[in-house]
């Protein structure tokens, strides 16, 4: 995970962070949600939203997740054209998939997402299902700092015409429509022809997305710091077709080639797509909207990925190992 700007900023305690229309605090509000077929996220949601109504912090819930447990008055249901509105936080019960549709909801209103992980690596969760309890508590004394992560801009042009606009916190996925046919796209860096592959597809991915598809893809993994973005094909037929890393401010364009018979789709983080005929062009850029991530620690990046991973440390003798023990 990464992110092309890693700024902290910390919540102040005891204090709201919305105000209503006289200048008093707001009450507190926080928007759950949870994986919508998992009895456990359901059974968590209860827990947590009865942890929070006992605080005196209003709920928030979406009728897709089926509503809200019963956890008292304080709890409320959202308005469906704006559940995010006056809520200081997003909180995510579920795997990755759950936490990137937090943050389809949370970006623009720069409300910052928290994300509990119940799926299997996920790595853009803060916290852990046996953490719950603490994370709680922590939300309720608001200690979490807030870190923003890049994003890209995503456009797709048909015959000139502008066709869709949309965005992706992980990857903008360029891939083949039919099974049975290889993808033929022409790839281009900041105005200049890089080179024309067929493949499965390409990978346009953030320092957050490289942990993701990316990596699944034979892509690096790139640390939070590292302002940079990704271009990873995938199954590619050529000679060069290696994974390569562009500076933040590069504008990257794919184009499926004309006189060829496979046509495309793009993919943004795995939520929003769109088809893409032969000549279609994609062109990804940094976005100068972040997606703001909750963290309720400091633990370095490498502790992160050694975490995630299950990588094999033993007989580490560096250093710091006796603080490390020591926690």
């Known amino acids: 995970m990464g992110g092309c700007s890693r700024h902290r900023r910390p919540t102040v305690p005891g204090r709201s962070l919305v105000t209503d229309t006289a200048g008093a605090p707001a009450p507190r509000r926080i928007l759950l949600l949870s994986h919508p077929r998992r009895a456990e996220a359901h059974e968590i949601a209860r827990q947590v939203t009865a942890a929070f109504v006992a605080a005196g912090i209003e709920v928030v819930g979406i009728d897709s997740d ?41 970006r623009d209103h720069g409300v910052p997402v928290l994300g509990v992980n119940l799926g299997h690596v996920g790595f853009l969760a803060e916290a852990e299902r046996e953490d719950l309890r603490a994370t709680v508590d922590k939300i309720v004394r608001r200690e979490w700092t807030v870190e923003e ?27 083949k429509a039919a099974r049975e046919r290889m993808l033929e796209v022409a790839v281009e860096v900041d105005g200049r022809p890089l080179s024309t592959w067929g493949c499965d597809g390409v990978v346009i991915a953030t320092p957050t997305g490289s942990t993701a598809y990316a990596f699944s893809a034979g892509g690096p993994v ?26 933040p401010d590069s504008h990257l364009a794919i184009e499926v080639v004309p006189q060829t018979q496979a046509a495309g789709i793009l993919w943004c983080d795995g939520r ?36 995630k991973f299950h990588l094999p440390v033993t007989g580490w003798r560096g250093a710091a190992r006796h603080d490390v023990a020591a926690e």
């Open 66 to 106: 089926h509503g809200l447990p019963d956890a008292g008055a304080r709890s409320v249901g959202a308005l469906p054209d704006s559940p995010v509105a006056g809520c200081e936080l997003v909180v995510v019960l579920g795997g990755d998939g759950t936490i990137l549709r937090g943050a389809e909801l949370a």
């Open 149 to 175: 992560r890049m994003t890209l801009d995503v456009t797709v042009q048909v015959d000139g015409e502008l066709v869709d606009s949309t965005w992706a916190l992980n990857e903008a996925a360029v891939e």
């Open 222 to 247: 790139v640390w939070p710091d590292v302002e940079a973005i990704l271009l990873v094909p995938i199954s590619a037929h050529a000679l060069f077709a290696r994974p390569l890393v562009v500076g």
């Open 272 to 307: 929003r797509s769109s088809d893409l005929p032969l000549g279609a062009r994609i062109e990804v850029v940094r976005s100068t909207r972040p997606v703001l991530l909750a963290r309720l620690t400091n633990a370095p990046f490498t502790d992160r990925l050694v975490a």
